[in-house]
């Protein structure tokens, strides 16, 4: 009788036993999976696409890190019931609105004149995340433009009052304080708005919709257009950041 009860203890123990463990050996694998995922390396490593000049960017000053503050709470106001075009956080296509976008030049056969887009860790508005680096270079003895395309899907602005961004120049190796936004529709109408005064700090730009002027619908966006361009850049060759493209009310 003691025996027989002393063998169901220890087979009730051993079952208790072989059932914490194992629950613990999931444990481990969900948490090794969690710390080091072999996709997301891959990602890191085609994120690591920016110039080793810049990353030196990274350990700038603390007093940027209280101006990106203060521009961040003003951002967070201003985008009160916003819609997200892009914040290049993912660090990867599509845009918030599942959107194709990139870079374009006027000619690339003319080696001579470029424009050259990358998600940008180092330089960014936020705490994390990414923002879109543009080195352009419209120096070149033929016609040049070019810059940085990204698709709105037929997005419908048509509630909305503003296109909001945030844009830096660099202080380094220079940029134009003057740039082209361009909005497209899905009935061909583009409006064309000049950006002036960008500066090497993040500033929030605000256009109104309507400075859009020839932009009779607003209910289906098909593309936002950036273009640097030779005749008016006051500065031929260099980088801008975007980042926090929204519409707002
Ligand atoms: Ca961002
Ligand atoms: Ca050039």
Not at 105 to 131: I, R
Not at 157 to 176: P, R
Request: glycine content about 6%.
């Amino acid at each position: 009788m003691n025996l027989k009860y002393l063998f169901v203890v220890l087979s009730l123990s051993c079952l208790l036993m072989i059932s914490s463990c194992s629950g613990n050996n999931d444990q481990e694998t969900i948490i090794l999976e969690e710390s080091n995922p072999p996709h997301q390396v891959a990602d890191e490593l085609d994120k690591n696409v920016i110039p080793e000049e810049n990353k030196k960017k990274k350990s700038d000053s603390a007093n940027r890190q209280v101006a990106l503050d203060i521009v961040k709470l003003d951002k967070n106001k201003d985008l009160e019931g916003g819609i997200c075009v892009d914040d290049f956080n993912s660090g990867s296509k599509p845009n918030c609105l599942g959107g194709d976008l990139g870079a374009f030049d006027f000619m690339p056969n003319d080696f001579s004149q470029s424009c050259l887009e990358a998600y940008d860790p180092g330089m960014k508005m936020g705490d994390s995340g990414f923002s879109m680096r543009l080195d352009y270079d419209v120096d070149s003895t033929n016609p040049a433009f070019n810059g940085f395309w990204t698709k709105l899907n037929n997005f419908d602005a048509s509630h909305f009052s503003k296109l909001i961004f945030w844009v830096k120049g660099d202080q380094e190796y220079g940029f134009t304080d003057v740039f082209k936004v361009e909005l497209k529709n899905a009935s061909g109408e583009t409006g064309k708005y000049y950006i002036h005064n960008v500066s090497a700090e993040w500033q929030m730009i605000s256009i109104s919709l309507s400075d859009f002027a020839v932009i009779n619908d607003f209910s289906d966006l098909v593309e936002l257009i950036f273009v640097f361009e030779d005749r008016i850049a006051s500065n031929k060759e260099g980088t801008i950041w975007v980042d926090d493209i929204f519409f707002v009310e």
